[in-house]
């Protein structure tokens, strides 16, 4: 079998009959569903002379691919060899899904599992040696089967079956939406374990697959048409407020600063570049006031950030300290009254304030004609509202008294996903993109939905990429602490998984951990070693590549540039560092 490195990457290989131990390591697995044309799904029972789960009723059926074998053929493989059948199609619908269950004997299944829905229509052919019984169920009455007996199935089918559920209410929609079909198509090999980056070393560089340090736009930087006309636009702008503000009263300059200096001291820059890219993926030719546009979500950013760091209170932000943390220091400096601390706070809520009326002043200052305006406007509304909509579920999550208790209807997984797309997911990328398009003429519907698509799934794995280099990133290139989603209790994906992945006595640590005021170095250390060696890491790493791989997909047809500059930005969105 394929064994996996906490990254989710093959490592190397052991066999199948020495693997299953009660330390069984992280190693590469499958499961299929297989529907016929009504959508009814084939369950199995397995041969009660298996040596984990006899007995036991669960999805169509389950293996192990080998190395240099592909996915498609490995299911192929076995569909033949327990159900003497040949499917028509094959789509990926999970490829992250992983588990860890353990039998009363005490042997542990620990795998990532991808989830693959199979078409066939006809009578399967039993092997006894694998399967001793099997029957057609409809989807529906496998999911209350799922709910209500969830003992009369498999630890891992239930857990499939919840989150499959809520993703879509049928298995064959994934014939119709399956857009990492790569995934099933590349064959498995072992990669060289000694140069690839270690997950716990935060000083390690960023890696891809084959361990190369890598710059995601070598070949095309698709920030070079807009960032000095961006730079010239804020700066600019910045200079004239802040001498109005400065204008009703000298003191307001600490505000205008704090604004001017986050606004200066660097970020990616990536939601102007997707405003950008998405006017041009339109076929529109270039317009300064898309370049105004994208400065105004821009700066709607450094309002974000500013009351950002004051929800997670954050120490600091971009190399310096945060905001609330330095107007604080100021009060204190000038020897002011009251607490210091309130102060800063308070502070950094008006300057965030101003920074969103800013924004609103050069989003108004773009000249397009009003119908354009109109529509772009509405869809500046909508990226405003998802922002504030998604902090708000991500304040309550890691207020709920860590539902993961609810194992198995995939709940806590969804809630995840849904914080990390709407606070993040369609701020940084969806919305930015459908912004510029919509300041486009006349623009086409059709490219429109592959903006969407791609952003939507792009936006996903830049937020959970931000998860993980929250909690095992270099703090001297994210400028971010990795005690803070602990202290803060972030109930991340990251996070959701490892406590749904962990053993008890790890689940413990993790709990005592989140929200605790002090974190010292030695508990988060604790921590990310949890995190890694359950899968959560691997399972959250592998769902990053296939958002990838399934944004990159939709591209297809796009015009040039943009298609390629949106390709770049896909790898530099998933892969970064900081």
């Known amino acids: 079998m394929v064994l996996l490195d906490e990254l989710g990457r093959p490592c190397g290989t052991e066999p199948k009959h020495s693997v299953h131990t009660a330390d069984t390591p992280l190693h590469l697995g499958f499961s299929c ?21 006899p007995g036991v009723w669960t999805n169509s059926c389950c293996g192990h691919p080998a190395l240099g074998e592909s996915l498609r053929d490995a299911v192929g493989r076995r569909l033949r060899d327990e159900l003497g059948i040949d499917v028509d199609r094959m789509a990926m619908a999970m490829a992250d899904f992983t588990y860890r269950a353990e039998m009363g004997n005490g042997v542990v299944e620990h795998e990532v599992c991808p989830v693959v829905v199979a078409e066939f229509d006809g009578e399967p052919r039993l092997n006894p040696a694998e399967v001793d019984d099997a029957c057609w169920v409809s989807w529906d009455e496998v999911c209350r089967r799922a709910a209500s007996r969830p003992d009369s199935l498999s630890p891992w089918c239930v857990e499939q079956i919840g989150r499959l559920k809520l993703m879509s209410p049928s298995l064959r929609n994934w014939f119709d939406h399956d857009h990492d079909g790569a995934a099933l198509d590349a064959p498995i090999t072992e990669l060289d374990v000694g140069r690839q980056a270690d997950p716990l070393d935060r000083s390690a560089p960023a890696r891809v697959a084959g361990g190369e340090p890598f710059d995601p736009f070598e070949a095309h930087d698709p920030f070079d048409p807009i960032r000095d006309d961006l730079a010239d636009v804020l700066a600019d702008f910045i200079a004239e407020r802040s001498a109005e503000l400065v204008g009703l009263g000298r003191p307001l300059d ?52 500013l009351h950002d760091d004051v929800m997670d209170r954050s120490a600091t932000r971009r190399g310096r300290p945060s905001a609330h943390r330095g107007l604080a220091a100021l009060h204190r400096e000038e020897g002011l009254t009251g607490d210091p601390e309130w102060f800063g706070t ?5 300057a965030g304030d101003l920074a969103f009326l800013w ?28 922002v504030m909509a998604g902090q708000y579920l991500d304040l309550r999550l890691g207020g709920v008294d860590n539902a993961i208790e609810r194992e198995g ?63 095992f990133g270099d703090p001297a290139t994210t400028g971010k602490a990795v005690t803070d989603d602990l202290r803060d209790g972030k109930q991340t994906l990251l996070m959701v998984r490892a406590l749904t992945l962990s053993t008890t006595a790890q689940r413990k640590v993790l709990m005592n951990a989140l929200g605790a005021p002090e974190i010292d170095e030695a508990l988060a250390d604790d921590c990310r070693d949890i995190i890694a060696r359950s899968g959560a890491l691997a399972s959250v790493e592998t769902l990053v590549r296939s958002l990838h791989a399934t944004a990159v997909a939709t591209l297809d047809g796009l015009p040039e540039p943009a298609a390629s500059a949106l390709r770049a930005l896909a790898t530099g969105a998933a892969q970064r560092d900081e």
């Open 346 to 350: 308070s502070a950094a809520i008006l």
């Open 33 to 53: 569903y297989v529907v016929d044309g009504s959508g009814r799904v084939l369950l199995t029972q397995r041969a009660s002379t298996k040596t984990t789960w």
């Open 254 to 305: 600490a505000i205008a600063q704090e604004i001017g200096a986050l606004v200066t001291s660097g970020g990616k820059r990536l939601r102007p570049a997707f405003v950008y890219w998405g006017h041009r993926a339109a076929g529109a030719e270039p317009h300064p006031g898309v370049v105004t546009v994208a400065a105004a979500v821009e700066m709607l950013h450094t309002f974000a950030l």
């Open 359 to 386: 924004s609103d002043q050069l989003f108004d200052a773009a000249r397009f004609d009003a119908v354009t305006m109109d529509r772009a406007r509405r869809v500046f509304t909508t990226l405003r509202t998802e």
């Open 409 to 471: 209807d995939g709940a806590n997984d969804d809630a995840a996903r849904r914080v990390a797309l709407l606070k993040s997911g369609r701020y940084t990328i969806t919305r930015p993109l459908e912004l510029g398009f919509a300041l486009a003429d006349r623009p086409d519907e059709q490219r429109h939905l592959r903006l969407r698509a791609y952003g939507d799934a792009l936006g996903l794995a830049f937020q959970l990429r931000d998860d993980i280099l929250g909690m």
